[in-house]
């Protein structure tokens, strides 16, 4: 297979995994705004809809290093790690993994809680659905962004071989990991904090 067509279908993947995100993320808020008491189907439907979220974003990934990697599909290492665009990128595609990190974690919760024992979950609570509806919308609304930061970036706009890439893929690495522990122990101690909440308005 020729360098071109390799190059054509490893963006033609990450395209349609871009897309394939957006998708996934108006069926999971289209869910979300028939709750906050989710019928079984459309808990189901929550369900898998977060599971492709995951499938589709390791295709990401994967089309991504490759792009980012091999010369012969895309502008190479030595061309993406002095471009801060590229960085500022990568650290807009962190905040979304990160903030879906939360939906995910309460998704698996309602999934297992239906799916062992008496096979019955708690209602979910208005809070929650609207906390999981307000992801999605900066979800939805944070992605219009990236495919304009990858126009630019590929036209070399802002390219600084001065800059330490190395400061800049930290700063994109720890953002990621950062945000996803504050979305992960937001979502483990969610029922918690509102019942907190609840009886302080109670006294």
Not at 46 to 56: E, N, P, Q, R, T
Not at 98 to 122: H, W
Not at 157 to 177: C, H, K, R
Request: with cysteine; charged share 20%.
């Amino acid at each position: 297979m020729s360098s071109t067509i390799s190059s054509a279908l490893f963006a033609y993947g990450h395209y349609f995994s871009i897309i394939g995100v957006v998708g996934i993320l108006f069926t999971e808020r289209w869910t979300l705004e028939n709750g906050p008491e989710l019928t079984d189907d459309e808990e189901n439907r929550l369900a898998i809809a977060d599971a492709l979220y995951g499938v589709i974003g390791l295709l990401i990934v994967y089309t991504g290093y490759y792009r980012f990697s091999d010369p012969a599909l895309g502008k190479g290492t030595s061309f993406y790690i002095h471009e801060p665009i590229f960085w500022l990128k990568i650290a807009m595609v962190g905040v979304l993994g990160s903030a879906s990190l939360f939906n995910t974690t309460k998704i698996i919760q309602r999934s297992i809680a239906r799916n062992t024992g008496d096979k019955v979950a708690e209602p979910m609570s208005q809070e929650l659905n609207d906390r999981m509806k307000s992801i999605c919308n900066a979800q939805l609304t944070g992605i219009i962004f990236i495919p304009l930061a990858a126009s630019l970036m590929a036209r070399g706009v802002g390219y600084n071989e001065d800059i330490p890439w190395q400061a800049e893929m930290g700063a994109s690495l720890v953002l990621f990991l950062g945000l996803g522990f504050k979305y992960v122990k937001e979502a483990l101690t969610f029922e918690e904090r509102l019942q907190q909440k609840q009886q302080q308005l109670q006294e």
